[in-house]
């Protein structure tokens, strides 16, 4: 255990571009706060790896990186569907026995090693249920996104544990959400995404990206987690029968990111922002107060210009 850490099993999320680094600060601070065994390591794409000064912020944040390369699949009529396709790079990263995926919008408020070990059957997944309630109504979402197909609504309220998944369940309950994703790398599932990304006829008009190919390719193949482990924040509106402050392990801030305002809400939802400026705020004071010159230019340079300063 070298450095204190399993390197064995790893946190992996993905980053295309400098706008969600103070996200990855705030989620690689809340796993160390939590007292995890594990190291984060952030996979970075190309584009990331040439941008010398961002490359040399994650040195100073002391946060391991993975150089991916492009993933993308192959056009359909000239078109391509272009998204965050890297995230399927740790299916391939066969060093390593596990690897939890998180995304970088995300605070971990309890400990989550558990996910390293928890029981996951040969060649399964384990995630959250998406949230298919569409308490925005947004008109680009599927018509069966209602309340009564969500499959947190099924959710046992007393425990928070899913309801088990089978042929009958509504087809929402066979959505997942890919902010948490625990899987063991395997040359096999990977070559088997990539076919499913390149041949999958649904592919160019994936909303979700990796999601939604996930979600075809581990049909009645992924366990789910309890809500706890990728607590989306708007449930804490639409399912607040299920939701408990206590229990909330990930906390996910989908829609509106927390560091694109100081501002923010006191309703039930926004409140919540409140949590990842407390964790920000430990994390500025660690690098502005550092008595290393460089790594307070950083600051300055990378981390202040993708972060509300008002």
């Not at 070990?117 to 040969?122: A, G, H, K, S, V």
Request: charged share 25%; with cysteine.
């Amino acid at each position: 255990m070298e450095n204190g850490f399993d390197h064995t099993k790893i946190w992996s999320t993905l980053l295309t571009n400098r706008s969600y680094f103070g996200g990855a600060l705030v989620l690689n601070h809340t796993l160390r706060k939590t007292g995890s065994r594990y190291q984060l390591k952030i996979m970075v794409t190309r584009e990331v790896e040439a941008d010398t000064e961002f490359m040399e912020a994650f040195a100073a944040a002391g946060i391991p990186t993975i150089v991916v390369d492009k993933i993308e699949p192959a056009p359909r009529d000239g078109k391509v569907n272009k998204g965050t396709w890297e995230k399927l790079a740790p299916w391939g990263m066969t060093e390593y026995e596990r690897i939890v995926l998180l995304d970088s919008d995300q605070v971990v408020l309890q400990n989550i090693d558990d996910m390293m070990t928890m029981e996951l059957p040969r060649g399964w997944i384990a995630a959250a249920h998406a949230c298919t309630c569409n308490p925005r109504k947004l008109s680009h979402y599927p018509k069966d996104w209602t309340p009564e197909n969500c499959g947190f609504t099924a959710a046992d309220t007393q425990t928070g544990e899913p309801k088990p998944i089978t042929e009958a369940s509504p087809r929402n309950h066979h959505l997942l959400n890919s902010g948490t994703v625990i899987l063991e790398p395997s040359k096999e599932q990977y070559t088997a995404l990539i076919d499913a990304m390149n041949t999958h006829p649904d592919v160019p008009n994936m909303l979700f990206f990796d999601q939604d190919l996930l979600a075809i390719v581990y049909r009645n193949k992924w366990k789910p987690l309890p809500y706890t482990y990728n607590a989306l924040k708007p449930m804490r509106a639409c399912h607040s029968d299920l939701w408990k402050d206590e229990d909330v392990k990930v906390l996910h801030y989908i829609l509106n990111k927390p560091w694109k305002s100081r501002a923010y809400g006191d309703d039930v939802i926004e409140s919540t922002h409140k949590l990842w400026w407390d964790y920000y705020a430990e994390v500025e004071k660690e690098w502005v107060g550092s008595p290393d010159e460089n790594k307070q230019r950083l600051w300055k340079n990378v981390v202040v210009p993708v972060v509300s300063q008002e």
